[in-house]
Nanobody
Framework: QVQLVESGGGLVQAGGSLRLSCTSS????????MGWFRQAPLKEREFVAA????????YYADSVKGRFTISRDNAKKTVYLQMNSLKPEDTAVYYC???????????????WGQGTQVTVSS
């Protein structure tokens, strides 16, 4: 199983920006689909974004399109989530995930990080 370590969470005011990072232990990092999910209090975990390097495609939840950008640096074995124009409803624990699937479903991912808290104040 791949080890994933997230960083970059914190407290930010509405309208602000944060960049999350997730570093992987995977030997063949570039072959993995990398994704970000989030879980708000009392809610189920939901998909945020994914990067399928093999297909050359990225995917986003409708709620973050135009505001969040997923990217990766294969040499550093790191995936990023740039979050702009943050809203209070973006408050959640954000999880990094790695898998071999397309990247549009939670079942596409088999390895998960421990999560990093993002809090957006109004």
């Amino acid at each position: 199983q791949v080890q994933l370590v997230e960083s970059g969470g914190g407290l930010v005011q509405a309208g602000g920006s944060l960049r999350l990072s997730c570093t992987s232990s995977a030997r063949l990092f570039s072959t993995y689909t990398m994704g970000w999910f989030r879980q708000a209090p009392l809610k189920e975990r939901e998909f945020v974004a994914a990067d399928n390097w093999n297909y050359g495609r990225t995917y986003y939840a409708d709620s973050v399109k135009g505001r969040f950008t997923i990217s990766r640096d294969n040499a550093k074995k790191t995936v990023y989530l740039q979050m702009n124009s943050l809203k209070p409803e973006d408050t959640a624990v954000y999880y990094c995930a790695a898998g071999g699937g397309l990247g549009v479903s939670e079942t596409d991912f088999g390895s998960w990080g421990q999560g990093t808290q993002v809090t957006v104040s109004s």
